[in-house]
């Protein structure tokens, strides 16, 4: 009995590092249609009674303007194009911080928010953590920095129902992300943590210097090159 157990155990193990190994592979070149998020949203609100909003545009990374690539790695994840998906500075100063009862953004970093958002849910456990580690590695080896980003700006929650770039891009101020300016990206980034709760237009005072800190940091980024 203990034998077909672990059997079982070893054989779906297999099972699932194939389709996830394939699934990673195919979203190397297809567009995410939708995300877990995306659908736990859309049901939320379902059950609230309220409308199932769901608002995504995919665009590929020449139609996004740099702007916003520059916003969300300033906002989110400065060293974004020097590590190898984790950045365990920025972890264990997350860490320090937690400990001593602050409130500071997480250590993760965009490639583990795009492997979270794209095929994990949410909500915090031991099994999803390691899980998005494991996704992590995987999109970095097979899709590198440049796809990484784009799924990234094509699928993470910029509004209430708004995902992506090009949804946010119209939704905040009716135009493509593509002519995104530099202030209009930063308003875009900087509700990031809390994008159901935070505007990116008619700000509060506190996104209003979030944006101020994020164009700051967007003006040391030199032209970004994958």
Not at 118 to 132: A, N
Not at 141 to 149: A, P
């Amino acid at each position: 009995m203990i034998r077909k157990i672990f059997r079982w155990i070893w054989k779906a193990t297999l099972w699932f590092i194939a389709l996830s190994i394939l699934s990673v592979i195919i979203f190397k070149w297809v567009p995410v249609p939708i995300t877990p998020l995306m659908m736990t949203r859309a049901i939320d609100n379902k059950m609230e009674g309220k409308d199932m909003i769901l608002s995504h545009d995919w665009e590929p990374i020449e139609n996004i303007s740099p702007n916003l690539q520059k916003a969300v790695i300033a906002s989110e994840d400065g060293n974004f194009l020097k590590h190898n998906g984790f950045d365990f500075k920025a972890m264990q100063k997350a860490f320090k911080n937690n400990q001593k009862g602050k409130r500071l953004k997480g250590g993760s970093t965009i490639s583990q928010q795009t492997a979270k958002n794209v095929f994990l849910w949410q909500g915090r456990s031991y099994l999803r953590k390691c899980l998005e580690a494991y996704f992590t590695v995987l999109i970095e080896l097979i899709w590198g920095k440049e796809r990484i980003m784009e799924v990234y700006l094509n699928s993470i929650e910029m509004g209430n129902g708004v995902y992506g770039a090009e949804a946010a891009a119209q939704h905040w101020y009716r135009k493509s992300a593509a002519d995104l300016t530099k202030q209009e990206a930063a308003g875009i980034a900087a509700i990031l943590p809390n994008p159901r709760k935070y505007k990116a237009t008619n700000s509060s005072s506190y996104i209003e210097r979030r944006k101020s800190k994020i164009v700051r940091v967007m003006n040391q980024i030199d032209k970004i090159e994958y």
